[in-house]
């Protein structure tokens, strides 16, 4: 699904409003019955027994508020509505609002921070309609300032929260807080979701993200250009290589993977076992020479074969082999388990300058390029992707210290010619031409060591069956999140393990065939 900014949010209003001719008041009366609906379906039981409050600015935000408050109110639910700001600054549909909710006998009171009673209702409410700020926030919520209050309210309360648009304090753009955001258990977003809906802070504190069509013409968003989407089901279908009937074990790629070293068995394993689960015909798995009994041992579907080591890590005279056993594969897997020295930073390097086939770069291998980032740079006519967590991501040059990781994904894929996997919480895929993909799937059972292993295992056979390095990389992070949530249901994300997530790989792929 599409993902816009507060910009391209703007110009949509501003399309239908004024080319289309849409009264402002009737989008802001649809966006209020979609927030009065979700409110209305949080409730412990009936709207005659229920309390709510909506806090609202001065903004057409804040119209949207008022207008749920006046509609929770015709249905029955006791509700009051604050406005946290000036009577003065109500914009000209906030305060046709206010005239429409007085009319039924509710007034809009003004919000006091002080006033003790205001806040036992709103602590006490069964539902609270956040709208206090809508996109355009784009500066801190101050401490001390009666929105900060109104914030710390909320989030106090026992109700339900339903935040209109997006929760006030979440930066629309990348998903960061701007001083403090409401915690929303659901917010109702209009037309579109927001990128700061899907990544960051405001992937978390969105809470389940519902969108409400508006009214704005089918055709207007039909024709937004978004450089960012979410990776669905049907995305997945999609990517998902096809299988012939009549192909045969070399149809299907070879990947090969190069990794492991004393102390780092189960990297390797893991990566060649993901390899084979998501359909690789063929799986080779190049080892340190002491380590090569223990993964002979395990791998039953793969083939490892021993390399030259060095104190227990692979030495650079493995490359000369590497590379001749590369020739003969689609993708190579380079990394998982690899421990980190000279010696392993030297072959790391140079096999990238002399690889051709598409590599999937993980781990140690991603560390063997801080200071040598020229080396990733040479190969922007060859497929590369990179899989960092975001302490690897700040080791190659990434910068995660603006909050924006959506954009830090996106600039370092467009940089340097690859395709960035950033992993974590909603995991980015970043394309060379600045298009970026986020992650529906998961949970926090996949951050266990491993993991990582696992996924770069899928991409690689991804690209070696044929998808493109964009499609490789985003359908394999949603198989890896998909399998981690089938585990979770089984095992609890407290305990399932990465072997888990290998085994639950069939059952992910059977939902999308």
Not at 191 to 201: C, F
Not at 303 to 308: D, E, S
Not at 309 to 336: Q, T
Request: charged residues 20%; proline residues 5%; contains cysteine.
């Amino acid at each position: 699904m599409k993902l816009t900014t507060a910009a391209q949010m703007k110009e949509l209003d501003r399309q239908a409003i004024e080319e289309r001719g849409i009264p402002s008041l009737d989008l802001m009366e649809r966006a209020a019955a979609g927030v009065a609906e979700a409110a209305l379906a949080l409730l412990p039981q009936r709207p005659g027994k229920c309390r709510g409050a909506a806090l609202c600015g001065a903004g057409n935000n804040g119209g949207d508020g008022i207008a749920a408050a006046r509609l929770l109110f015709l249905k029955g639910l006791k509700v009051r509505a604050f406005l946290v700001g000036d009577y003065e600054k109500l914009t000209p549909d906030a305060l046709e609002e206010t005239r429409r909710l007085s009319e039924c006998g509710v007034e809009l009171e003004r919000f006091d921070p002080a006033d003790e009673s205001q806040r036992a209702w709103v602590l006490g409410c069964d539902v609270v309609v956040d709208a206090l700020f809508g996109v355009g926030l784009s500066r801190p919520i101050g401490a001390g300032t009666p929105f900060a209050a109104a914030v710390d309210w909320m989030n106090e309360s026992r109700a339900a929260v339903v935040a209109a648009d997006i929760a006030s304090g979440v930066a629309a753009d990348t998903g960061a807080v701007l001083g403090r955001a409401v915690r929303a258990d659901r917010t109702v977003t209009f037309t579109l979701p927001k990128v700061g809906q899907a990544v960051g802070q405001g992937a978390v504190l969105s809470g389940n993200v519902e969108v409400r069509d508006i009214g704005i013409p089918a055709d207007l968003v039909r024709g937004l250009v978004c450089r960012a989407q979410t990776v669905e089901r049907d995305f997945a279908r999609a990517a998902l290589p096809p299988r012939r009937a009549d192909g045969h074990k070399g149809t299907f790629g070879k990947v090969l993977i190069i990794g492991g070293a004393v102390g780092y068995t189960g990297a390797p394993w893991l990566t060649a076992a993901a390899a084979v689960r998501t359909g690789c015909g063929l799986v080779s798995l190049g080892v340190p020479e002491t380590i090569w009994p223990v993964e002979a041992a395990k791998c039953v579907s793969a083939m490892p074969f021993p390399l030259p080591d060095k104190h227990g890590r692979l030495s650079p005279k493995a490359k000369e082999e590497i590379l001749e056993r590369a020739a003969g594969c689609d993708a190579v897997a380079l990394g998982p388990g690899l421990g980190r020295g000279d010696g392993v930073t030297e072959l790391v390097l140079d096999l990238l300058r002399e690889i051709q086939q598409p590599v999937v770069l993980d781990a140690d291998g991603i560390n063997a390029l801080a200071g040598h980032i020229d080396v990733l740079d040479a190969r922007r006519d060859r497929i590369t992707v990179l899989t960092p967590h975001d302490g690897e991501f700040a080791r190659i040059g990434g910068d995660l210290t603006g909050g924006d990781r959506l954009g830090a994904a996106r600039a370092f894929g467009a940089a340097h010619g690859c395709v960035l996997v950033l992993k974590g919480h909603r995991t980015l895929t970043a394309a060379p031409a600045g298009n970026v993909l986020v992650n529906t799937t998961g949970n926090s059972g996949l951050a266990k060591g491993g993991s990582g292993d696992v996924l770069t295992g899928i991409i690689a056979s991804m690209l070696a069956q044929g998808a493109t390095a964009v499609q490789a990389a985003a359908v394999g992070v949603w198989l890896h999140g998909r399998a981690g949530d089938l585990a979770a249901e089984r095992l609890t994300p407290y305990g399932m393990t990465p072997e888990d997530v290998v085994s639950s790989l069939p059952a992910a792929i059977g939902e999308i065939l």
